[in-house]
């Protein structure tokens, strides 16, 4: 008898059938499993990614990063993002992952932290096509179930872009999410959602559009002009966790949930309470806040004033007195649902490009 070929496994269906998909991306110190819960409330994305575990030959998986999945009670699936280029471990930390209830396992191929791509992993891989081949042949074999990849569209430029496109449908990567910048643009600059589209057409699994869709708004028009599977959404799920819901409501043609300032101040008193651990003392606490509210701020006033007290304030009362002053004033006074035009979250990483940068909030957000 012929062997009958393995049916490709089929990605989780989303909330709503038929309708364009949506993930929180993967981000470092954010994505754990309190952000998620916090995330979930206010209405879950489709998929959820971990942050990167780290894999190199003494890497065992993060306790903190496997809760996320082990005790994932969203009920939305979980991919597993591995960051890594030596293929022993990261093929024997893909079957540790499989032990625990993941959606599939992802690669990372975008990370641009130059501490990050200068041990050749994440965006650095980007650079050699070929390792990126050895790779997720590797994986692939080692993966029975879901493997998908986040990757940029380069490292310097896209130039090879299509070989590894090619490579991804060569190795039957199962999803794939493109961030449309490169990595030297770091955060910066123009999306190349022409780029986007361009995979959408050449792979043959799915493709997330990701980088920089702000609103339910902006994700109807990505998706529309890329022919993307649907949109994969990260800094701007932090300023509004609202925004897969209002995805899902524009995607099928309802009017998108109206944000207030007083939601987001009950928001702000969710995202305390859930990020709260014993010993975390009170003046840590805060400073983790203060590096959400940098986003949330975005859609608090179009002057800054918000994210100005915000970052002065030095214990739990001032601030929470600061977000009573600026969120309850005028409680009903719309959330902007795109962030004000100047209003920066990240100085850092938006007017250096010698910033240091990467993937995490201590650098992204400072
Ligand atoms: C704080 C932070 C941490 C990040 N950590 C990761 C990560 O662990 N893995 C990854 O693939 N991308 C990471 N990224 C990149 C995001 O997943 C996403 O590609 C990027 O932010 C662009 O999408 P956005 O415009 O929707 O934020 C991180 C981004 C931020 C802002």
Redesign the pocket.
Known sequence: MSAVPALPPALPAGLLPQTPLTAL???????DLAFMRVVAHYGPPDYF????LRVHAQSRPEPHILRSIDENETGRPVFA?L?GEDITHLRRTAEALLHHPVAGI?L?????APKVYRKNV?GGLLREPQRVGEILAALRAAVPGLFTV?M?VGFEDARHFEVLLDLVNEHRVDLL?V?G?TVRQM?RGE?SYDLIGHAAKRVRCPVLA?????SAEKAASVVGSTGAAG????????RNPWIFRQCRERFTGREPFRTTLAHAREYIERLYRATAFPGLAEHQHVNKMK?YLNFVGQSVDPDGAFLHDMRRTANERELFTVCDRHLLAEPDREFAPEPYPGVIA?PN?EDSPSASG????E???A
């Open positions: 991306a993967p981000m470092q110190d954010v994505t990614f971990t942050e990167f993002q960051i992802d990372n191929l975008g990370c641009p994440g986040k940029r999410s961030h910048r955060y999306v990701n980088g920089n869709v702000t949109v994969m959404i990260g800094r701007h799920a932090i590096k990240r990483c990467g993937c995490s909030l650098t992204i957000s």
